[in-house]
């Protein structure tokens, strides 16, 4: 079994870990295939080689085939009126979390893969639920929102699978730092859910003060948690095999990518 170890030096999300894990050398239609098991419809997958800052990397994204991307989460409460046909349509097209993993329950993807998306998704959920003061069980993901980010997350399990990844390390995370606008307002980087998520936990994160926006979000700190066995620096005893970059979709002054490594451990 390989290792693999996260550099994120920008920080990390699902779509950026997905690129990274293409760019060494995952078989894009085996991809493809293994995440069709998840039986759902509605997004083609797009990988795309590029340079940035003249570092070549892989560019994914999950580009939705009915409507237009719109990430996030919504609480219910039950006291609150639908005052708008907006506010009404985002109540529609939401994905409780038990949809979701009975989803992903359903799915013919394999026990790995089951274990460890249900594991991430739940994770976002309950630091949400706190963040809101709802119920766990009244916690909506947007219906898109929620599509981009299965297919990220659940690509992420399937990629580390197909890699024969056994253990991952990880460096410490980087953050931005200000205030990013978000369909709430103004939010606070690390932006409130990630914070929530650091409770309790061994994760460390620094924050960048020259980067005015995030770089770790929700979903990247979800998959980190449930999946770095150790933050620690490039283990000795590992012989790095390939580099992998996969760049992330804010602009900043610097080079925004997840740099990976897959190692396996010296003779």
Known sequence: MKTLYLDAFSGISG?????????????????????????????????????????????????????Q??????????????????HDHHHQNARHLSEILTLIDNSDLSDYVKKNAKQVFTEIAQAEAVVHQVPVAEIHFHEVGALDSIVDIVGVF???????????????????????????????????????????????????????TELITPTGMGIVKTIVNQFTAIPADQTILKVGYGFGKRETNQLNALRVLLCEKKN
């Open 15 to 67: 779509d950026m870990f997905v690129g990274a894990l293409l760019d060494l050398g995952v078989d894009f239609n085996q991809f493809e295939t293994e995440l069709a098991k998840l039986n759902v419809t509605g997004y083609h997958l797009q990988a795309t080689r590029i340079a940035k800052s003249s570092i070549y990397g892989t560019d994914f994204d999950v580009q939705l085939t009915a409507v």
């Open 69 to 86: 991307k719109d990430t996030g989460f919504v609480e219910h409460h039950h006291d609150h009126p639908h005052t708008t046909h907006e």
């Open 158 to 212: 399937v990629a580390l699978e197909l890699l024969g990844v056994g253990q991952v390390y990880s460096s410490e995370l980087t953050d931005g730092s200000g205030f990013i606008h978000v369909a709430h307002g103004m939010m606070p980087v690390p932006v409130p859910a990630v914070m929530q998520m650091r409770v309790n936990s061994q994760v460390p994160i620094k924050q960048n003060p020259e980067i005015q």
